[in-house]
């Protein structure tokens, strides 16, 4: 049995890291540039600390992936459906909370 130290999971990491470059390719300075685009002025401060901007992102980040698969990865639009739902519980509880 091969001990998994530090260095094994790294390797593991490093395998993941492969397998995901073969299906997303190298996306991950995209969605600053789709951001910069959608908030021209900038990113308000105020919306960085909240939960639907992370949600938001994370949203971006599917699209990009979708978009680069041409449109067929069918699990981005499940994710983006999941984080948009998720954004939607956050706002009405904010809501019900004021």
């Known amino acids: 049995m091969r ?3 530090a260095g094994v999971i790294l390797e593991e990491m490093a395998d993941t890291y492969r397998e ?3 299906t997303y390719g190298a996306q991950f ?5 789709v ?10 401060s105020s919306l960085v600390t909240k939960t639907q901007w ?7 980040t599917r699209l990009v992936r979708f ?6 990865h069918v ?3 499940h994710d983006i459906g999941v984080y948009s739902a998720i954004i939607e519980e956050v706002l009405v509880n904010e809501e019900q909370e004021q």
């Open 29 to 33: 300075h995209i969605p600053p540039q």
């Open 67 to 72: 978009a680069h698969s041409n449109l067929q």
């Open 75 to 77: 699990d981005s639009i």
């Open 3 to 5: 001990i998994r130290d």
């Open 20 to 22: 995901r470059s073969l």
């Open 35 to 44: 951001i910069k685009a959608m908030f021209p002025n900038g990113v308000p």
């Open 54 to 60: 992370h949600l938001f992102e994370m949203v971006v």
